[in-house]
């Protein structure tokens, strides 16, 4: 039996410990990302501590709740309910990582907002969020986030790569954050994929490892700047 077999054959065991792993990386980058930002109180900090505050909730009720419901340990008619929940909570966090690109762009430099989960420009991507997910309940489909999630990535991509070049010299961490950000696209590209070959084993585990190294590769990123702190 080769590695790929034993993975597919086991997967709702693998898919816990996958969701409790991107959890834990995801609760370290919030909890080191949260004491940069006390230390600088740069605004786009809140917004990238937010992204992987959201991250971290969307893969833990995915694929722990998911596969506690796949074990009948939790009533079946949830799982509508865990995927609906799963696709809101990935889509605000890449928004948020946008928006921790964005924010100079969007807001008044004067004007700090009390919370960063949620003020008026956030707000609207919350509504977006709800239309998407909306839109693929509707039409019982993924297509919306998946073109939703390549286009902004495509965007963070850019703007990140020309942020890398700016201040390249300055901030070590912005050349962690476009390779991140290209891998995530990678990444939902081979989501895209495995949804058009009716969810493909081999392209699944492949995005499990492209997303494993993305959240890994921030979290390198993220102790890195703070230990220059």
Request: charged content about 10%; glycine content about 4%.
């Amino acid at each position: 039996m080769n590695l790929y077999s034993l993975l597919i054959e086991n997967r709702e065991i693998i898919k816990i410990f996958y969701g409790l792993l991107i959890g834990l990386i995801c609760l370290i980058i919030v909890l080191k990302v949260d004491k940069l930002f006390r230390l600088s109180l740069h605004q786009g900090i809140r917004y990238f501590r937010n992204a992987f505050f959201f991250y971290g909730l969307a893969f833990i009720v995915r694929y722990v709740f998911g596969a506690l419901i796949f074990y009948e340990l939790i009533i079946g008619k949830y799982s509508l309910v865990v995927t609906i929940i799963f696709k809101y909570f990935l889509i605000m966090a890449g928004f948020f990582l946008l928006y921790s690109l964005l924010w100079k762009k969007l807001e008044i430099t004067n004007k700090n907002y009390y919370s960063s989960l949620f003020n008026p420009k956030i707000t609207i991507f919350y509504i977006m969020a709800l239309v998407i997910v909306f839109l693929d309940y509707f039409w019982q489909t993924h297509y919306f986030i998946f073109i939703s999630q390549i286009i902004l990535f495509t965007i963070a991509s850019g703007i990140s790569y020309l942020n890398y070049n700016r201040g390249k010299q300055e901030h070590k961490f912005l050349k962690f954050y476009f390779v991140a950000m290209i891998l995530a696209l990678a990444a939902w590209i081979f989501n895209s994929i495995s949804a058009l070959l009716e969810w493909n084993q081999g392209f699944l585990i492949n995005s499990y490892l492209s997303n494993i190294i993305i959240f890994l590769l921030f979290l390198y990123g993220v102790i890195n700047a703070t230990r220059l702190k």
